[in-house]
């Protein structure tokens, strides 16, 4: 079983920043893509952010040029740096590790991080 710890979240006023934090497995991050989802109440779970084993990312409109997913393959610890937070960027956010192994894909995920945006 592959266990995802997050860690990170919490109450911020609007404008402010948060950093999450994901660890994983060692023996298999290096060669995963990790993404971080997010879900508000209500509503479907919805992509954030990814990056590739080789470091390239991609984000959601909603999020490009305020959040930043990293990842160090030395602590097997992905990030995402959120900036300017909006009320509308409130849910739980959950990471996300994707292993292919013989061209079958394998999704593993977090427990889910509270990350509440509010004055």
């Known amino acids: 079983q592959v266990q995802l710890v997050e860690s990170g979240g919490g109450l911020v006023q609007p404008g402010g920043s948060l950093r999450l934090s994901c660890a994983a497995p060692g023996s298999i991050f290096s060669s995963s893509a990790m993404s971080w989802y997010r879900q508000a109440f209500g509503k479907q779970r919805e992509l954030v952010a990814s990056?590739?084993?080789?470091?390239?990312?991609t984000y959601a409109d909603s999020v490009k040029g305020r959040f930043r997913i990293s990842r160090d393959n030395a602590k097997s610890t992905v990030y995402l740096q959120m900036n300017s937070l909006k009320p509308g960027d409130t849910a739980v956010y959950y990471c996300?590790?994707?292993?292919?192994?013989?061209?079958?894909?394998?999704?593993?995920w977090g427990q889910g991080t509270q990350v509440t945006v509010s004055s």
């Open positions: 996300n590790l994707k292993r292919v192994i013989v061209s079958t894909s394998f999704d593993y």
């Open positions: 990056i590739s084993r080789g470091g390239s990312t």
